[in-house]
């Protein structure tokens, strides 16, 4: 079965630094890979796939990640913090569960906060 | 932009009554989801849903919980007699059948048991 683990279910940093989310995952077939962006009071918000194409992945906001077989590692980063990045950041896997479902696997998730 | 609807936001229900929870997956979606989060927890896999029939379920979601499609339109979770552990925010998804495919998520229902 797959799993994901995020280092650091809390990270500050200060506005104009760089964000550094960590991921790891496992699994024993090629996986799909995401991070999802989660506001206050909202759902889940897509920011970026890996889906065995380019491994530099560029997402919405500014993100990208980095899939690195080697490391099972797929982190997150954003050169520059801004205040509106503040949020909960989740990883997830997704593999063929059977029947084509590519049901989604989460991390705890790790919540970024932004200081001015 | 597309999106998946869910009614309604807050529920408060007391135990062991039945709730329904409301979804409208995105038009040209093929498979749809229900995945949960308890307060403080990881977002945790419920129900796949494809073809008018439940494709995988996790061992959360055993007898009391069941899932329909009943209009072509609508996706809707029940749980028949609610516990006070099923108080969580409940997500609703909905995915293109292309494999690697991003799932699209819904606001979220808040379910609260009393």
């Known amino acids: 079965a797959q799993s994901v683990t995020q280092l650091g279910s809390h990270v500050s940093v200060s506005e104009g630094a760089l964000v550094l989310l960590r991921c790891n995952y496992s699994s024993s077939v090629p996986p799909y890979l995401f991070w999802y962006v989660q506001y206050p009071n909202q759902g889940l918000q897509l920011l970026l796939k890996?889906?065995?194409?380019?491994?530099l992945v560029k997402g919405i906001n500014g993100f990208e990640a980095e899939f690195k077989k080697s490391e099972t590692s797929f982190h997150l980063t954003k050169p520059s913090a801004h205040m509106s990045d503040a949020a909960e950041y989740f990883c997830a896997v997704s593999v063929n569960s059977g029947g084509s479902n590519y049901k989604l696997t989460f991390g705890k998730g790790t919540l970024l906060t932004v200081n001015p | 932009e597309p999106e998946v609807t869910q009614t309604p936001s807050h529920q408060v229900t007391q135990m062991g009554q039945e709730v329904i929870l409301r979804c409208v997956p995105i038009?040209?979606?093929?498979?749809f989801y229900w995945y949960r989060q308890i307060l403080g927890q990881k977002v945790e896999f419920l129900v796949s849903f494809y073809n008018n029939e439940i494709s995988e379920k996790s061992e959360i979601f055993d007898d009391q919980f069941s899932v329909e499609r009943p209009d072509g339109s609508n996706f809707t979770l029940k749980i028949r007699s609610t516990k006070l552990e099923d108080s969580a925010m409940y997500f609703c998804?909905?995915?293109?059948?292309?494999?690697?495919?991003?799932?699209?998520f819904g606001d979220g229902t808040r379910l609260s048991i009393l």
């Open positions: 890996y889906t065995s194409a380019a491994t």
């Open positions: 038009s040209n979606h093929l498979y």
């Open positions: 998804a909905s995915r293109p059948g292309t494999a690697g495919q991003p799932q699209h």
